[in-house]
């Protein structure tokens, strides 16, 4: 496993890829960019371009009427975007950088010819979109939670997310984000998340400070927040 690329270490969840298929996918992300924060990934439209996310924390969203925002997804190291969307189909939602990130263009053409080529990036590729749907599923659940469990929940996905690529330790990482953005992640009022943060810091089941998240006791906390990390299948595809 290239354990320095976030996007191997996660393809690699769904099975081994052979050193040839690592290299075909490494070769596909020499080209970077870099994209400011609180600026959109994606620009017009171009139907044969899918997007990875290489640094950073990024979302997907949608602006409502009144122009307030809601996230309704992160975009995480190694998480690529717009995969099966093409044209006006499945671009209802954007994707906007949380913070400053490195983004690969990906050709679409060239990855659908690697997926026919290769076993094991066609098996990776297909379970990156179980994974979407059903992590899909689950936030659409965590919406019925009160807010208090809803952001708990959101925390410890983060947590076991960024431990797959190597950038949170056991219980803690680091959460660059500012607290509107975590409201817009739970649908709440930007006055409500600071009491429902000021809550799990009462209680003793939170540190927040200085963009480092740290959970007090983290199997307690993921009772707390009716977290099981199943849904985001990082077990692979299972025996």
Avoid at 32 to 40: F, G, L, M, T
Avoid at 139 to 159: F, G, M, Q, S, Y
Avoid at 192 to 209: D, E, F
């Amino acid at each position: 496993m290239a354990s320095g690329d976030p996007f191997l270490r996660k393809l690699e969840r769904a099975g081994a890829l052979s050193d040839e298929e690592q290299a075909e996918l490494q070769a596909l992300t020499f080209n970077r960019r870099a994209v400011p924060a609180r600026n959109d990934i994606v620009t017009g439209d171009i139907p044969d371009r899918v997007y990875l996310v290489m640094n950073g924390f990024a979302c997907r969203y949608k602006i409502l009427r009144g122009g307030t925002r809601r996230i309704v997804s992160f975009v995480l190291p190694g998480d690529l975007c717009y995969m099966h969307d093409t044209g006006a189909f499945g671009r209802d939602l954007r994707v906007g950088a949380l913070t400053p990130c490195s983004v690969v263009d990906l050709s679409r053409s060239e990855l659908i010819e690697l997926i026919g080529t290769y076993p094991g990036i066609n098996r990776a590729i297909w379970w990156v979109t179980l994974r979407e749907l059903s992590r899909a599923r689950e936030w659409i659940v965590n919406d019925t939670r009160p807010a208090d469990k809803r952001l708990a929940h959101t925390l410890c996905e983060l947590l076991v997310c960024l431990q797959v690529i190597g950038l949170a330790d056991e219980d803690s990482f680091e959460l660059p984000l500012s607290q509107s953005d975590v409201a817009d992640v739970l649908g709440i009022s930007h006055v409500h998340i600071n009491r429902v943060v000021q809550s799990l810091r009462a209680g003793g089941l939170i540190t927040w400070s200085d963009n480092l998240v740290t959970i007090s006791d983290v199997q307690e906390f993921k009772a707390f927040g009716e977290f099981d990390p199943a849904y985001l299948c990082f077990d692979g595809f299972g025996p």
